[in-house]
């Protein structure tokens, strides 16, 4: 059983930065896919960013240029860093981890509001 747990989130002006972390206990494969991904009401869940287990790195549209991921295996932590937010960053974002079938995160909220 794995549990992620997400942190960093909350208000940031339109142009701030956010870091998001996500720290994973129970059994973790180093050779999984993490990854990041945010729902707003009403939408579907979308892909932010994902990592392969070989450190491949995926964005969303969206995101290319101002989000990075990262991961630290050994520390069992997944980061997402968000530069230059927009208002249309505002979502709750969900912590992936793609071992075991697959697991969630129960998700932090981003508001990017003047």
């Known amino acids: 059983q794995v549990q992620l747990v997400e942190s960093g989130g909350g208000l940031v002006q339109p142009g701030g930065s956010l870091r998001l972390s996500c720290a994973a206990s129970?059994?973790?494969?180093?050779?999984?896919?993490v990854g990041w991904y945010r729902q707003v009401p009403g939408k579907q869940r979308e892909l932010v960013a994902v990592?392969?287990?070989?450190?491949?790195?995926n964005y969303g549209t969206s995101v290319k240029g101002r989000f990075t991921i990262s991961r630290d295996n050994a520390k069992k932590t997944v980061s997402l860093q968000m530069n230059n937010l927009k208002p249309e960053d505002t979502a709750v974002y969900y912590c992936y981890y793609g071992g075991g079938g697959g697991n969630w995160g129960q998700g932090t909220q981003v508001t990017v509001s003047s």
């Open positions: 129970g059994s973790i494969f180093s050779i999984a896919a």
């Open positions: 990592m392969t287990g070989g450190g491949l790195t």
